[in-house]
């Protein structure tokens, strides 16, 4: 399963055209229907919609389809209906027109002094009867699903930039870590090869009030306490534990974005106590280099769906 980014964008368009209502009556004029879909990273899934009011109660179909294949990102779903009657004259059906005659002979009947239809007003009722034989319902969801397939590989696109980026950035901070792991014994060795010198300098000058066994005792359990203070192979090993682990989640693919979100949090502070118990400027180096690397990771995550 790919890595999907929350960022995605899809648009699609149809033409339609409504049936005839009675044989030898004109049809409906065509419709253009277009459909757009703008998803952005979020922590929950945000869903908004935008659609003509002869529409709205499409809402919960749509929202329903895009939370079965959606589950974090802000959302907006807009939905347009241009029909052919907008921009030209709707020509009245004769079954409209006799039915006009007739709703207009008995309103003057009892309404006298009422203003007989006009041709504007006839123009009027026959393209509002026009949009209304067109029911674009199911166009809409039609749509609505080609839209959703087509964001899906636009973000499955993204997303695998996204996973090529976050496991290069892994691959680099194995290195960093490899590179750390060696320096730590190089540096006990060397501060206990310093105490020992500093106790013999202090023997030395004492000429012989201390004795060489507790002399030696003495460094040697300075260079064990230093050893401890700077000891980091717990830090390393949860790190690398923590770096297996987020390339396992992008082979894995699916909804891992709150997965990695946590274990860059956990890097983050291995990398901390890393520089915290820095005893050498190599280590301290390190350290800062993989808080770039993890900072670098922690803005890509927080677009990962």
Known sequence: MPVYSMTGYASVQRSARA????????????????????????RFLDLSFRLPEDLRQLEPALREAVGAQLKRGKVEVRVSVD?????????PSEKLLRRLVDVQARTTKWLPQAKPLGVADVLRIASSEASGQHDCSQDV???????????????????????????????????????????????????????LDRWQEAMALGEG????????DRALAEATAFAIRIDV?????????????????????????????????????????????????????????????????????????
Not at 209 to 216: D, L, R, T, Y
Request: hydrophobic share 45%; proline share 4%.
């Open 209 to 216: 009030s201390v004795a060489p066994e507790a002399a030696q």
């Open 19 to 42: 049936q005839a209502d009675t044989p030898g009556s004109v049809p409906a004029p065509s419709a253009h229907i277009g459909l757009e879909i703008r998803c952005v990273n979020s």
């Open 233 to 305: 192979a717990e830090e390393m090993t949860r790190l690398n534990s923590h770096l297996e682990e987020i390339a396992r989640l992008l082979a894995r693919g699916g909804d891992v974005g709150k997965r990695l979100e946590f274990l860059i949090q956990e890097l983050h502070r291995e990398a901390n106590t890393l520089g915290s118990k820095s005893a050498a400027l190599e280590l301290t180096r390190i350290a800062v280099d993989m808080k770039v690397l993890i900072e670098q990771m922690r803005e890509q995550v927080q677009n990962v769906e």
């Open 83 to 91: 029909s052919a009657h907008d921009a030209g004259v709707v020509q």
């Open 141 to 195: 969801l039609e749509l609505a699903q080609e839209a959703l397939s087509a964001l899906a590989q636009a973000r499955s696109r993204e997303g695998g930039r996204l996973a090529d980026m976050l496991n290069a950035r892994v691959q680099d901070l194995r290195a960093l870590a490899a590179q750390a792991a060696p320096l730590v014994p190089q540096l006990v060795a060397q501060q206990r090869q310093r105490f």
